[in-house]
């Protein structure tokens, strides 16, 4: 039972376009919700988090949508730079699971110059 | 802030042997651990939750007797894969927490039993 899905394993992209990577969850006790990065045998990096009192929430170029009713959020990078390339995890969690982390699958960014 | 220490980064070890594994908030106290490992095309899992100097909590499925996890400083958490099999081959990540806020993790371990 996957509580939070990373429908799409890889996105590639353009530099210089925007990226979307989408994320959905099932779980409605989640009320935090956080987006990692992740290169092959590192740690995951922490990038953006969003609370479920908010529908958006910016940092430089990333920001991130949540569509509470969906159950739905994305992560926009824009513009996107081959730097970008790596695997975006999408992470929930809630007082409910006293906080654990929750992840998605990921989704492999490719950026091209 | 939040710097994290773990090592090692990768080991081989030969099957029914043991591996431990460090980790370290180097400038900040550390009252919860969380351990989680990957496998390949797979999410973060979260094997155990522990906090200082309490007994760790084990998620579903996770063997207590196999993956050993030591808590006992604010800034040192060791997870200790006993007689490691093949199928334990995986990355591990520790993520030291205070009170469960926060979610820096340490750099990983890639684990490979041959």
């Known amino acids: 039972d996957q509580q939070v899905k990373q429908n799409s394993p890889s996105l590639s992209v353009q530099e210089g376009r925007i990226s979307i990577l989408n994320c959905d969850y099932t779980?409605?006790?989640?009320?935090?919700f956080l987006w990692y990065k992740k290169y092959p045998a590192e740690g995951p990096t922490f990038l953006i988090s969003i609370s479920s009192i908010k529908d958006k929430n910016e940092d430089g170029r990333f920001t991130v949508f949540l569509n509470k009713s969906a159950k739905h959020l994305s992560l926009h990078i824009v513009p996107s730079q081959p730097g970008d390339s790596a695997v975006y995890f999408c992470?929930?969690?809630?007082?409910?699971?006293?906080?654990?982390?929750?992840f998605g699958k990921g989704t492999l960014l490719t950026v091209n110059p | 802030g939040a710097v994290v220490s773990q090592h090692p980064s990768w080991v081989i070890c030969k099957s029914g042997t043991s591996v431990k594994i460090e980790c370290r908030s180097l400038?900040?106290?550390?009252?919860?651990m969380f351990w989680y490992r990957q496998f390949p095309k797979q999410s973060l899992m979260l094997m155990a939750t522990s906090n200082e100097g309490s007994k760790a909590t084990y998620e579903q499925g996770v063997e207590k007797d196999k993956f050993l996890i030591n808590h006992a400083s604010l800034t040192l958490s060791t997870l200790t894969v006993t007689s490691a099999h093949p199928e334990d081959s995986s990355f591990y990540i520790c993520s030291p927490s205070v009170g469960g806020y926060g979610y820096t993790f340490g750099s990983g371990t890639r684990l490979t039993v041959v």
């Open positions: 779980n409605s006790m989640f009320d935090y």
């Open positions: 992470a929930a969690s809630g007082v409910g699971s006293n906080y654990k982390l929750t």
């Open positions: 400038d900040f106290q550390a009252t919860t």
